[in-house]
């Protein structure tokens, strides 16, 4: 028996971007349409093990209906931008997967589907299953022909054959079309009979079979459905043929072609990878899948070097040409380099050989020459991932300084948006000998081991040959691309600006936490027990099934417009938050789940992550991650404790100094990327608010409404702030009307009047999309490159997703700079003051101090000084600066 599926790639592809929420990767890309389409075929692909596999999309917005009622879909809201432009990475996915895809010009999927259908039933022994979320296709359902319907989301299906319509709908698959034609589809803006709703189509089509029949029987009708019925017969007959699938579009229909035989694990693997799906390589064990072929396909082929193990005693041969090593590469075992182990030391030198040292020899004491060395300033060297080599082998007791150039950072400067920067990857990107991924050499996560020697030394010694051809490389781009004074005087001094940080941790009080978490405790318990009175007893607060029951069924919550998953109706934030005018219950729900994440993941994850032999946590500022250039925090994320909530900024109590009698000082650049915006753009208004210090948010709510200040109300500050934040991060109307809970046509409105009202930010857009369509890229102030290689594209969707992220990336990017250049220039400040005061932070815009009493004067000074001087502007950069005994007092 032969099986084939055929999805209906528009529905479906809808569907996972209303059901999930909008997601992206670290380029900025939204997935949750690609990822929920992806988890779709995986999971039809295990459940129904098809010999044939097909996906039809529409091909455009005109089709052969139009001819005939121009109308036709003519009330759709346009598709989303950040749905839109997932269309062809679901595309990308189906070549990823080796599954054919349909789409014709002048017809719609459902039309290529109704053909494909009628093909396949011609075929002996061929099932047929139609994967859509629209009910159109019943009409197609036959024996051999099962409609897969989506429910809520795409997690569930309801299977329709002929029997289950009957059951439904009392009609044969046949007269799906007469239903349509009666009442009609406000979603395709097909008219049918204004007044007929389904009850009362069905009660027509039960009694008279048909469309036709029903306008026959006109007459038999009374009262104003009479002359409903006989006033709009042709809208009805008109209806019926625009609801009729076509099953004859001209297809050159190859089965042999169709046949779908697997997919390729490496193709899978790269496509998973490059949309970040880590989930899903986990699940499909792809994450070991090599990334490059490492052969001299990819990059030059692997040549002999010469790899000497060294031991304590043979490490003199290393002293006698330490003149020579160019390039170390440092392997560090772990994620979290504050925890993790150091294997060993490669070192290369310049005339092609290299030498290795594992750690025990490393530590031994003849190697305090080589301590010296690595700790050397004037001891110039290159290496890759500086900041993590750093970190490693400083709590191995081995200091290191002059490693003039990294790699790793060198390569992300080049491309940011490069999701690959291994050893492996960057070798065969610049055609150096080609290297074998780490987890072929030591296995991956619990199959991690150790080989022997010999092996170990070969490896990592071709490591550091490569960081030493790279650097050459690497080095002579940054020179042509005009990126030197970015890579010198920005990111290569913040490494180690950011390592010293790190090391030195932030002091941590355990007891403050532990107290905290009581205090949450006791407040956890208050919300279940008024909980547990008002929803009629106890049950699992943290069962979304036990919610659900509780919810819907005990307290009788309307269910309408509520998705259904597995174990029930969804008890998710966003269901809970439309619930909570519905019932008292609800908003204590919401709290408790506020509070007791709080609890879990920052009180009790922080007390985890304490270092008991300094009593601070010492968070890993990653500087390779966002393509904006902004950094990130882990181990843990300090970045993303709440301080919207006074619960969660509670929890920066704990934060204190190390020192007795020193105070915690925080310094927030005001407002950052919209003074950017402002200085790019050289709008009027936007400088003018920002150079005579007003609010900037009620100055937009008056131009943008016409009125005075005092006629501001909260509610117009609040639009206001939404769209010139929105204007940074390149949101759409839908974007925005999400966030303000308005429809897209206001929201609309809503873009062009602020673009109306403020010409500058207009022009900026245009003017920066030319550019950027000239030159392939744009940048930022301070030259930090994004290159956009879909900004020419043809397809219109990845067309605009280039076109957003152009208008952004020069904003969000140089906010990134700036606060970057003031840690930069602050340590170097701290340095040259002799001050004791040390910077332990950096949260978004946020720079964080712990100083000694006597130093805040000078500190209060400086701190703003350095922030709003770190780059000159058309309008004044704004720093606030605030202190305390703990964090939380310094905001």
């Known amino acids: 028996m032969s099986k084939l599926i055929i999805i209906d790639g528009n529905s479906i592809a809808s569907r996972a971007f209303y059901a999930l929420p909008l997601l992206s990767n670290s380029q ?3 997935t949750n349409a690609v990822f929920g389409f992806t988890t779709m075929l ?22 052969f209906r139009h001819k005939d009622y121009a109308e036709y879909k003519g009330g759709r809201l346009k598709t989303p931008p950040e749905l839109s432009e997932q269309f062809p990475l679901i595309r990308d996915m189906l070549e990823a997967f080796g599954i054919r895809k349909f789409e014709l010009e002048g017809y719609e999927a459902d039309d290529i589907i109704g053909t494909l259908t009628l093909a396949a039933a011609e075929l002996p022994g061929m099932e047929v299953m139609v994967v859509t979320g629209d009910k159109d296709m019943l009409q197609l359902a036959t024996d051999q022909v099962t409609i897969a319907l989506t429910r809520k989301g795409i997690s569930e299906m309801e299977l329709y054959g002929p029997e289950e319509i ?3 709908y009392g009609l044969t698959p046949k007269q799906i079309i007469d239903l349509k034609g009666l009442m009609g589809d406000s979603s395709d803006n097909i008219p049918g009979i204004p007044g007929v709703g389904e009850k009362t189509a069905l009660k027509f089509l039960h009694q008279y079979g048909s469309v036709e029949e029903v306008l026959d029987h006109a007459d038999e009708l009374t009262g104003k459905m009479k002359e409903k019925v006989k006033e709009n017969a042709d809208s009805a007959r008109m209806s019926k043929e625009l609801a009729t699938i076509f099953r004859e579009v001209p297809m050159d229909l190859d089965w042999d072609t169709m046949g779908y035989t697997g997919s390729d694990a490496t193709t899978l693997a790269a496509a998973f990878r490059k949309l970040e799906f880590k989930s899903l390589l986990e699940k499909l ?24 193990v060294l031991t304590a005693e043979t490490l003199v041969e290393l002293k006698e040409v330490l003149d020579g090593i160019s390039a170390v590469h440092v392997e560090v075992y772990g994620d979290n380099p504050h925890l993790a182990s150091v294997v060993g030391a490669a070192f290369y030198h310049k005339d092609g ?23 050397d300033p004037a001891a110039e060297k290159s290496i890759f991932d500086l900041h993590r080599a750093e970190l490693a082998l400083h709590w191995a007791g081995i200091p290191v300084a002059g490693f003039t150039f990294d790699v790793h950072l060198a390569a992300y400067l080049l491309d940011p948006t490069e999701s690959t920067l291994t050893l492996h990857a960057l070798a065969a990107k610049y055609g150096q000998p080609s290297i074998q991924e780490d987890e072929q050499i030591f296995g991956k ?10 092996k170990v030394a070969a490896h990592l010694c071709r490591k550091a040959a490569a960081v030493h051809g790279l650097a050459g490389r690497l080095q002579a781009e940054l020179k042509r691309l005009e990126m030197n004074k970015l890579y010198y005087e920005l990111e290569h001094p913040l490494s180690a600006v950011l390592a010293g940080m790190e090391k030195q941790g932030i002091r941590t009080d355990a007891d403050n936490l532990k107290e905290l978490g009581a205090e949450f405790s006791a407040q956890l318990q208050e919300l279940i027990e008024r909980i547990y009175e008002l929803a009629g007893g106890p049950f699992n607060l943290n069962s979304p099934k036990q919610l659900g029951e509780v919810l819907f069924e005990r307290l009788g919550l309307s269910t309408a417009g509520v998705k ?3 174990t029930g109706f969804s008890t998710d934030a966003d269901v809970l938050e439309k619930l909570s005018s519905k019932h008292e219950v609800v908003r204590y729900i919401l709290d408790y789940r506020t509070l007791a994440k709080l609890q879990s993941t920052y009180v009790e994850g922080l007390l985890k992550e304490i270092r008991q032999s300094t009593g601070k946590i010492h968070t890993y500022f990653r500087q390779t991650i966002a393509a904006t250039g902004r950094l990130s925090s882990q181990f843990p994320n300090l970045q993303n404790i709440p301080i919207r909530l006074e619960e969660g900024r509670k929890i920066r109590k704990a934060f204190v100094p190390s020192e007795p009698g020193w105070r915690i000082l925080a310094a927030d650049y005001s407002q950052i990327e919209l003074r950017v915006l402002a200085h790019i753009s050289g709008d009027e208004k936007l400088m003018d608010a920002f150079i005579h210090n007003m609010d900037i948010h009620t100055k937009t709510a008056m131009d943008v409404f016409g009125v005075t200040a005092d006629q501001v109300t909260s509610n117009m500050r609040r639009q206001a702030k939404a769209v010139n934040f929105g204007i940074v991060y390149g949101i759409s109307s839908y974007g925005l009307s999400q966030n303000l809970d308005i429809g897209r046509i206001e929201a609309d409105r809503f873009i062009e009047t602020y673009l109306s009202t403020f010409p500058g930010v207009r022009r900026y857009m245009d003017d920066i999309i030319k550019q950027a369509k ?10 930090r490159r994004r290159y956009l290689p879909e900004i020419n594209a043809s397809n219109y969707n990845l067309r605009s997703f280039a076109e957003r992220t152009a208008m952004n990336t020069p904003i969000q990017g140089t906010a990134a700079d700036i606060i970057k250049l003031a840690m930069v220039r602050m340590a170097e400040r701290l340095e040259e003051e002799k001050l004791k005061s040390r910077m332990l932070l950096q949260v978004h815009d946020e720079l964080v101090f712990e100083v000694p009493e006597e130093e805040l004067p000078v500190m209060r000074k400086l701190v703003p000084e350095v922030m709003e001087s770190a780059l000159e502007l058309k309008v004044p950069l704004k720093a606030d600066v605030n202190e305390g005994e703990n964090w939380y007092e310094a905001k």
């Open 445 to 454: 996560g619990a199959k991690y081991h150790l080989p022997e020697e010999d």
């Open 28 to 30: 900025g890309l939204h």
């Open 564 to 566: 259904k998953n597995k």
């Open 42 to 63: 995986l999971k039809l692909l295990e459940d129904q093990k098809p010999t044939h596999f097909l996906v039809a999309f529409d091909a455009g917005k005109v089709t």
């Open 166 to 168: 009957k059951e439904k």
């Open 774 to 783: 000239r030159d392939g890229y744009v940048t930022t102030l301070l030259a």
């Open 353 to 375: 050989f290299g030498f290795y040292a594992p750690f025990a020899v490393l530590q031994s004491a003849e190697a305090d020459f080589l301590h010296k060395w690595l700790a």
């Open 285 to 308: 064990d792809l994450s070991g899948t090599p990334q490059l072929e490492a052969t001299g396909e990819s990059g030059a082929a692997a040549v002999e070097l010469k790899a000497t």
